[in-house]
Protein backbone atom coordinates (compact mmCIF):
# COMPACT_ATOMS: atom_id res chain seq x y z
CA UNK A 1 0.00 0.00 0.00
CA UNK A 2 2.72 2.32 1.09
CA UNK A 3 4.43 1.81 -2.84
CA UNK A 4 0.85 2.74 -4.20
CA UNK A 5 0.72 6.06 -2.60
CA UNK A 6 4.01 6.87 -3.14
CA UNK A 7 3.68 6.27 -7.00
CA UNK A 8 0.25 7.86 -7.06
CA UNK A 9 1.46 11.21 -5.60
CA UNK A 10 5.03 11.10 -7.35
CA UNK A 11 3.02 11.16 -10.63
CA UNK A 12 0.92 14.07 -8.97
CA UNK A 13 3.25 16.69 -8.54
CA UNK A 14 6.29 18.92 -9.94
CA UNK A 15 8.94 17.67 -8.14
CA UNK A 16 8.95 13.51 -7.21
CA UNK A 17 12.31 13.15 -5.07
CA UNK A 18 10.78 15.57 -2.79
CA UNK A 19 7.77 12.72 -2.27
CA UNK A 20 8.33 10.11 1.08
CA UNK A 21 5.67 7.91 2.42
CA UNK A 22 6.03 6.50 5.80
CA UNK A 23 4.34 3.24 6.89
CA UNK A 24 4.06 2.99 10.90
CA UNK A 25 1.72 0.72 12.85
CA UNK A 26 -0.67 1.93 15.46
CA UNK A 27 -3.03 -0.08 17.16
CA UNK A 28 -3.28 -3.00 14.53
CA UNK A 29 -4.21 -0.01 11.76
CA UNK A 30 -1.58 0.87 9.19
CA UNK A 31 -1.32 4.77 8.89
CA UNK A 32 0.45 6.55 5.89
CA UNK A 33 2.26 9.52 5.97
CA UNK A 34 2.83 11.09 3.46
CA UNK A 35 5.64 14.28 2.87
CA UNK A 36 5.91 16.58 0.19
CA UNK A 37 7.58 19.98 -0.82
CA UNK A 38 5.34 22.70 0.00
CA UNK A 39 4.56 23.56 -3.22
CA UNK A 40 2.87 20.44 -4.06
CA UNK A 41 0.94 20.03 -1.17
CA UNK A 42 -2.04 21.74 -2.76
CA UNK A 43 -1.71 19.57 -5.82
CA UNK A 44 -2.29 16.10 -3.92
CA UNK A 45 -5.12 17.65 -1.95
CA UNK A 46 -6.39 19.27 -4.76
CA UNK A 47 -10.12 21.57 -4.64
CA UNK A 48 -11.78 20.99 -1.35
CA UNK A 49 -9.47 17.98 -0.53
CA UNK A 50 -10.93 15.65 -3.48
CA UNK A 51 -7.57 14.39 -4.36
CA UNK A 52 -6.91 13.56 -1.14
CA UNK A 53 -10.17 11.72 -0.37
CA UNK A 54 -9.41 9.73 -3.61
CA UNK A 55 -6.10 8.62 -2.57
CA UNK A 56 -7.73 7.34 0.78
CA UNK A 57 -10.41 5.73 -0.85
CA UNK A 58 -7.85 3.76 -2.91
CA UNK A 59 -5.73 2.65 -0.20
CA UNK A 60 -8.88 1.94 1.89
CA UNK A 61 -10.11 -0.70 -1.35
CA UNK A 62 -6.16 -2.07 -1.36
CA UNK A 63 -6.11 -2.75 2.17
CA UNK A 64 -9.35 -4.31 2.39
CA UNK A 65 -7.89 -7.33 0.18
CA UNK A 66 -5.15 -8.10 3.01
CA UNK A 67 -8.05 -7.29 5.68
CA UNK A 68 -6.52 -4.27 7.06
CA UNK A 69 -7.44 -0.90 7.94
CA UNK A 70 -5.48 2.05 6.57
CA UNK A 71 -5.07 5.96 7.43
CA UNK A 72 -3.36 8.29 4.79
CA UNK A 73 -2.01 11.47 6.34
CA UNK A 74 -0.64 14.15 4.60
CA UNK A 75 2.01 16.42 6.37
CA UNK A 76 3.06 19.11 5.81
Known sequence: MRELIEFLARSLV???DAVSVEEIEENGDIVLESTLADDDLGRVIGRGGRIANALRT???ASATRAERRVVVEILE
Open 58 to 60: IAK
Open 14 to 16: EDP
